[in-house]
């Protein structure tokens, strides 16, 4: 009997099979899909009423097909080749949040003959940054505002790149923190000036490698020129202060003196030599032998 059964079964496999085919999944209405979950997850239904192929929804007559992959359904293109593209021409693509693409028409990709644009558009309305770079915690670190605007972190123009040098650009002012103790040192375009310096005794122009020269802010009303750490020329409210010996250099020909003049020294050279004050009209004598040229 055994054997019979077996010579039976190896019969029948021998045989030549009809061909074999997938029946197509369960097709239903968009509104009468059931839950995809867990107890769901490898099940595939099609609806007969989706808007295009790969719209998932109830607002057409196309055929769309999906899969639940045990929390939702995702899509499950004709032939495999993945779900169609979504918007015009070079707009990048993200994911629609109905298993489907869609293109934002505000990020495109522009392929020229020359040259390859990445394009970002804001809306018409825009108020929130055009764009954002975070790090992983997430903290936003860099941002363009709507108006193109750039701000970042304080020492987000680092040169050198050791987070102490900054320099802070804040609107059309450009403020300067070198030791990164959170005071602006210097400034350029502060409330209109083309240049700024804060803080008394700081340096409005110093020389690069000794620190006691340049142009010193002294205090209220107060400029001076330090040589050496000294100051040589200061001026204070409407006075100026002459600490070193004030050299003029001896003009063989009196210069011209005339209204605009009015006020000015020379020292002639020729002849016996003379200190010379324009009147305003015509050069005066105020020491020496010779004449005013």
């Known amino acids: 009997m055994k054997n019979a059964l077996a010579f039976a079964l190896a019969f029948v496999l021998a045989l030549p099979l009809p061909a074999q085919f997938i029946k197509h999944p369960p097709v239903r209405a968009f509104a009468s899909l059931p839950t995809c979950d867990a107890s769901l997850k490898g099940r595939i239904y099609s609806i007969n009423n989706a808007s295009a192929e790969n719209a998932w929804d109830g607002a057409g007559t196309a055929t769309a ?8 359904w995702v899509i499950v293109a004709a032939g495999g080749a993945g779900a169609s593209p979504g918007g015009a021409s ?7 949040g109905a298993g489907g693409f869609a293109g934002e028409a505000g990020l495109n990709y522009v392929d020229g003959a020359s040259d390859n644009t990445l394009k970002l558009t804001g809306h018409p309305s825009q108020t929130l940054n055009l764009f954002e770079f975070y790090d992983s915690t997430p903290t936003l670190l860099y941002a363009f505002d709507a ?8 020492d987000s123009l680092d040169a050198d790149q050791d987070g102490t040098d900054n320099v802070k650009v804040t609107g059309l002012v450009l403020e300067f923190d070198p030791d990164d103790d959170g005071v602006v040192e210097a400034s350029i375009g502060n409330t209109g000036d083309v240049l700024s310096a804060q803080g008394a005794g700081g340096a409005l122009i110093r020389h690069a490698t000794d620190s006691n020269t340049g142009v010193y802010y002294e205090g209220t009303d107060r400029v ?6 000294a100051a040589r020329v200061e001026a204070a409210n409407a006075q100026v202060t002459v600490s070193v010996p004030l050299e003029l250099t001896p003009q063989a020909s009196a210069p ?3 209204a ?3 006020g000015q020294l020379y020292s002639d050279s020729t002849g016996s030599k003379a200190l010379c004050w324009c009147d305003g009209t015509a050069w005066q ?3 020496g032998a010779g004449t005013c040229a």
Not at 90 to 96: E, F, H, K, L, M
Not at 147 to 152: E, K
């Open 256 to 258: 011209t003196c005339g």
């Open 147 to 154: 108006a193109g605007r750039f701000t970042g972190p304080a």
């Open 65 to 72: 097909t999906r899969r639940c992959d045990g929390a939702a």
């Open 285 to 287: 004598k105020i020491l």
């Open 224 to 229: 001076s020129l330090r040589s050496g750490g």
């Open 260 to 262: 605009t003049e009015e």
């Open 90 to 96: 070079g707009d990048v693509q993200y994911n629609d």
